[in-house]
């Protein structure tokens, strides 16, 4: 059986603890990217993790070397603060990707 | 155009016809593919818009949440409500295939099924507002899950279809012309041998002809 995660600030993952997801408290990005680390290296248990977008803006490097793997699915969630508008941003990425212009015309 | 490699034999043209054929058709599938590939992209890509307003939308309200019942409560209280958490997540994964990209399908079962025991704490030493955050962001949950399957996806289907535009456009813009190009060439070689070897002969024949009869 697979497993979720979520990465984010001690507030932010507090709550999905008590959902039954695994949390990974980090309150820096470098935390962060060390708990991605531990996370995707010690088994392929995780499928699904989500980060919080404010340290997501700090290690977009690490998250695009998952964007073509099937597994795991790296989700970006907005943190206390409210959206960023990073996950829109990748939507646009991608489509951009895809259709090599951005047609969502936004 | 034609590249100098070629040499202009038949055999060679034979096998440049042959290869033409094959790309000819492998661009036309590759083109139905990508098309294909792009209607399946952009339905996903509107799922992926309206879940990721949903999930953010719910999530901010959620933290707001808890935000006011961690003003209510003390820190260290509400650490210990949430520490031990009574529902576990068990995720389930399964392959879909979409024009032979795998794309995954997850489905949870949490280990409590009942809705009300998300709460991993008695009542009596936290506020409502806890119960009332944790509600929310149960609820967002499944949005979230939804999400995480949509978006990872929509990034395969991305790729995936770069790689068959790519493809596309190398056998239309480079592969197949130069096949045309190179049949091209070896067939007007062919041809201008072939009158060569015509001129050559009527040349002979005339030489012959002088020979025999004495023409002058």
């Known amino acids: 059986m697979l497993k979720i995660a979520v990465i984010g600030g001690r507030e932010t993952v507090m709550g999905f603890k008590a959902l039954g997801l ?47 793997s099937p597994t795991p699915a790296i989700i970006l969630i907005p943190g206390r603060e409210g959206s960023m508008g990073l996950g829109q941003s990748a939507l646009k990425a991608a489509v951009e990707r895809a259709v090599g212009t951005n047609i969502l015309g936004d | 155009m034609a590249s100098t490699a ?14 033409l054929r094959t790309a000819r058709r492998g661009h036309k599938l590759l083109k139905d593919k990508r098309d294909e590939l792009m209607r399946q992209f952009m339905d996903v890509v509107k799922l992926n818009k309206q879940l990721r307003i ?28 949430l520490l031990y958490p009574r529902q576990s997540v068990e995720l389930g994964l399964k392959y879909k295939n979409i024009m032979s990209v ?24 936290t506020s409502g507002e806890l119960d009332d955050a944790l509600d929310k962001l149960a609820r967002v949950f499944q949005d979230m899950l939804e999400l995480a399957q949509v978006e990872k996806t929509m990034q395969l289907l991305a790729e995936e279809i770069e790689k068959t535009r790519r493809r596309v456009n190398a056998l ?18 062919l ?25 002058k």
């Open chain 1, 22 to 68: 695994e949390t990974c408290p980090a309150a820096n990005a470098q935390e962060a990217s060390q708990a991605l680390r531990r996370l995707t290296r010690e088994s392929s248990d995780y499928a699904i993790i989500y980060i919080e977008e404010n340290l997501a803006v700090q290690m977009t490097g690490e998250i695009d070397k998952f964007k073509d």
């Open chain 2, 54 to 81: 949903r999930v953010e939308e719910g999530l901010t309200a959620a933290f707001s949440s808890l935000q006011v019942a961690s003003a209510i409560m003390s820190p260290e209280m509400l650490e210990q409500a």
């Open chain 2, 102 to 125: 795998n794309v995954p399908q997850y489905s949870f079962h949490t280990k409590n099924n009942d809705p009300s025991e998300i709460y991993p704490y008695g009542f009596a030493q």
């Open chain 2, 191 to 215: 041809e201008e041998n072939e009158n060569a070897t015509k001129v050559r002969l009527l040349k002979v024949k005339e030489m012959v002809l002088q020979d025999a009869h004495h023409y």
């Open chain 2, 6 to 19: 070629v040499t202009p034999t038949r055999m060679v043209l034979n096998q440049l016809k042959g290869r």
């Open chain 2, 172 to 189: 239309e813009y480079v592969m197949i012309p130069e096949l045309e190009g190179n049949i091209k060439y070896i067939s007007m070689k």
